[in-house]
């Protein structure tokens, strides 16, 4: 069985030969049909590489036919194609390589055993398991806790690293005799060993640069915990750089419209956001100012039923502003309001304390009696219904009718 990181020396059936173990850079190759399975071609050797140890499919054509998919069937590899092939078992066929899209992966694969490496040299953090996308890429660390001055001094080692342009080596060792791994192998004979100079040494089966200057760029661009680990996501070279760009295009676009320099506008952001905490706090007393003067008018205006209780009713255009209105009626004496929205729609129920009604238990009650869903405490109570008539309905049953 062949596995991402080990080279094994027993096969079952056809082998395919995997040019991408010696030669990542290889784009170009020729190779003879072995077998056509509907849109499955295998071939005696390639330079595809399937998903494999977290690092995605190559794409690329066979025989003009575009390769969509890449997978690996233990001693043999399958080439997914967009339509049936033309060509048959037996025939000579030339292989074709998405180069863009393979040195992307080898930057970030390459990046990835980089920033492993770093992370585990300076903090002790090792890398519990990796992934990469076509968007990013992730290592999960051994730790909960990776504070902020850290991930810059791994993201500033690395990038040295890179500027000093190690050499980066691809050669094969028996399992039992390969020393100094990151990471021990527990596999049996012969495994494929990747090595930055004077920085990492890994079993991998992936593709790789010749050399760390060719990783371009390590920018770590989000930390998250994940379970009991930290996750780091990370760009490495041209996808680092793209993404460089959109960011500074984005800071200019709202420096301009701010009429500021994006080097400002974190400042004047911050002041701003301030500014509109305030002023949403300021509106949201004032809303409550006009919900107690409409309550207390309603009140003023509305006859008490024969125990003394009024019973009030209002509209509101939000549910903040309904919610709003329960609560200052909840705070007047003997008072039992009802109030509803439009759309969604939506029903508030509020009871004052010695009304002796649960707001809450009530309106729970009488919403599942017509397929509402709600509640509240005590005093006051909110929920939803399906339909304008239904809430009517609900309206009607609260206010005793």
Not at 30 to 53: E, M, W
Not at 317 to 330: K, M, S, V
């Amino acid at each position: 069985m062949l596995r991402h990181g080990d080279i094994h020396l027993h096969f079952r059936g056809v082998v395919t030969e995997r040019l991408y173990y010696s030669d990542s850079y290889l784009g170009d190759f020729a190779a003879t049909v072995i077998q056509v399975d509907g849109l499955r071609v295998y071939l005696d050797r390639t330079a595809f590489y399937p998903t494999s140890g977290g690092q995605p499919f190559d794409i690329g054509s066979l025989g003009g036919v575009r390769v969509v998919d890449v997978i690996d069937e233990e001693s043999r590899i399958a080439h997914v194609l967009s339509a049936a092939p033309t060509f048959i078992s037996g025939a000579a066929i030339e292989g074709k390589v998405d180069w863009t899209r393979r040195f992307d992966n080898m930057q970030q694969h390459t990046g990835q055993h980089l920033l492993s490496a770093v992370f585990e040299d300076l903090f002790g953090h090792k890398t519990v398991s990796v992934h990469f996308s076509d968007a990013a890429s992730t290592l999960d660390l051994e730790t909960d806790v990776l504070p902020r001055d850290r991930v810059g001094r791994a993201e500033r080692r690395a990038n040295e690293i890179v500027l000093e342009n190690r050499p980066v080596r691809v050669a094969f060792e028996d399992a039992a005799s390969a020393m100094g791994l990151r990471k021990p192998s527990d596999r049996v004979g012969q495994i494929r060993i990747v090595t930055i100079e004077s920085t990492d040494r890994s079993a991998c089966g992936g593709t790789h640069v010749r050399a760390t200057g060719e990783i371009g760029p390590v920018s770590v661009r989000r930390i998250e915990k994940h379970k009991k680990l930290t996750r780091v996501e990370f760009l490495c070279g041209w996808r680092a750089l793209a993404r460089a760009r959109a960011d500074f295009d984005a800071l200019t676009t709202m420096a301009t419209a701010l009429t500021t320099s994006a080097d400002e506008l974190p400042a004047l952001v911050t002041a701003q956001a301030s500014a509109l905490r305030e002023a949403e706090g300021d509106r949201r007393k004032l809303g409550d100012e006009v919900a107690r003067f409409r309550v207390r008018e309603l009140h003023a205006f509305t006859e008490p039923d024969s125990v003394g209780v009024r019973r009030l009713t209002g509209r509101a255009a939000t549910i903040d502003e309904l919610r709003a209105l329960a609560q200052a009626a909840a705070a007047l004496p003997l008072t039992l309001f009802v109030g509803t929205v439009a759309t969604p729609p939506s029903i508030a129920f509020a009871a004052s304390e010695d009304t002796g009604i649960n707001a809450g238990a009530l309106l729970k009650t009488v919403l599942a009696s017509h397929n509402g869903r709600g509640g509240g405490s005590p005093r006051v109570a909110q929920g939803t219904v399906e339909s304008a008539n239904t809430l009517a309905m609900v309206e009607h049953t609260l206010l005793g009718g």
